[in-house]
């Protein structure tokens, strides 16, 4: 035993054991609960700088590629990687000893770390200001153009502040769509997708608490089958470096039996999910715990409401598959059709029901339409005067359509349908 370690471990002082250093230890558990929450590895390292905490490795503060390595150390669950030198560089030899190290933390929030990582780098989030300003980065789209939806800081004055607009409108590029105040936008995306499902991150209830460690099971098996997937190259890997056959082969079947049960749980963990999510939550009944976690969430930057907006975000990002922004509702979209169907036989009628409805400016109500990876979409039309309040709502789930509506619109369900297909 030596004293080469871990930087959140030193040898012991009669160098028969290794014992953790309880400051270090307590940062390095600080850095997988930001990374599961959502938190980016260069925020999390420049969080830290900013703290004024000591980096374990030189005099030049923390790095994200430190981040990075410590995440990936397996070390963190106690396991200890032999290395021999090939050609100068050290590779894997053999397997890993478990229970080497003294564990820090537990392989159930190791796998969900390195899950939020893989989802990080699949959904292309990036650096994050002091107060995680966008919850949709990267991932709303013009429902007139289908280009990127992008935030934009307008500053202070009376026509200043933070709005959500089309890329391609804002650089002058053709398409009509205009600005979405973004605090507007962030509201009734949050008061009124349920599917996202708020409760669970600021509810202690039983529900929202067994939702959570399905939700941690689910991400834990994710990351536990990515980490698989890397053991199995390694032991490719140590086939080039001259190592027994019948032992490689051995390891590559014992990891195949790992893969194949922890597939078969994550099916069923999925699936328990699955029902649980379909159980609408008694938080969105309530329009005053709406309100009140929504202005929570609009407060002032700090410590715990950076994590709480990047939990969001990264939840966000996790279950939905399409945004799609029309601050002009369908009006661009229905002169659009009508000038396509102008001279086709047999259209008259579609045109003149078309034309009335632009008539009726029942076109004109701005809208966000959310589809999800499950196959559900929501579509909601918010009040121009209270973000917190809606006109309609029209939801798609398992071939069904229904419709939510403050004001009662006969031809809705029918219109929201031909406009959705």
């Not at 600021?202 to 089958?225: F, H, T």
């Not at 003149?352 to 004109?364: E, F, G, Q, W, Y």
């Amino acid at each position: 035993m030596t004293a080469r370690c871990p930087a959140w471990l030193r040898l012991s002082a009669d160098r028969s054991s290794y014992e953790v250093i309880p400051k270090r230890v307590e940062i390095v558990r600080n850095i997988f609960e930001e990374t599961i929450a959502g938190v980016g590895m260069y925020s999390v390292a420049n969080r830290l700088n900013k703290a004024g905490v000591p980096a374990f490795v030189g005099k030049n503060g923390w790095h994200q590629s430190y981040i990075a390595k410590t995440l990936a150390n397996r070390a963190v669950i106690g396991e200890f990687q032999p290395h021999v030198k090939v050609d100068g560089d050290r590779v894997p030899s053999g397997e890993q000893i478990k229970g080497y190290f003294p564990p820090i933390v537990t392989e159930e929030t190791f796998c969900r770390a390195q899950n939020a990582k893989s989802e990080r780098k699949q959904s292309g989030s990036g650096r994050k200001g002091a107060s995680f300003t966008n919850l949709f980065s990267r991932l709303a789209v013009c429902a007139y153009c289908h280009s990127t939806i992008v935030f934009e800081n307008k500053g202070e004055g009376a026509k200043g502040g933070s709005y959500i607009v089309c890329d391609r409108a804002k650089r002058h590029r053709g398409c009509q769509a205009t600005r979405w105040r973004y605090r507007d936008f962030e509201a009734s995306f949050l008061a009124f997708v349920q599917e996202i499902d708020v409760e669970a991150m600021i509810n202690q209830a039983d529900e929202a608490q067994k939702r959570r460690a399905l939700e941690g099971e689910v991400s834990a098996a994710e990351g536990e089958l990515q980490s698989i997937e890397a053991l199995m190259q390694q032991a490719f890997g140590v086939l080039e470096t001259g190592a027994a056959v019948e032992f490689v082969s051995n390891k590559l079947r014992e990891l195949e039996t790992r893969q194949r049960d922890l597939k078969e749980r994550l099916r069923t963990k999925q699936h328990e999910l699955e029902l649980l999510n379909n159980r609408i939550s008694t938080f969105y009944e309530s329009k005053n715990e709406v309100r009140s976690f929504v202005e929570r969430l609009q407060s002032p930057a700090g410590e715990e409401l950076f994590k709480l907006r990047a939990q969001i975000a990264s939840r966000i990002k996790n279950l939905v598959e399409t945004l799609i922004v029309a601050p002009l509702g369908d009006r661009p979209k229905t002169k659009k059709v009508i000038e396509h169907l102008k001279g086709e036989a047999a259209a008259d009628d579609v045109i003149a029901h078309l034309t009335d409805r632009l008539n009726s400016k029942k076109d004109d109500r701005r809208y966000f339409a959310v589809g999800f990876r499950n196959g559900t979409v929501r579509a909601v039309y918010p009040s121009d005067a209270d973000p917190l309040k809606y006109h309609q709502q029209v939801i798609a789930r398992e071939g069904k359509i229904g419709l939510v509506s403050d004001e009662i619109d006969p031809e809705a369900l029918e219109y929201s349908n031909l406009l959705m297909s």
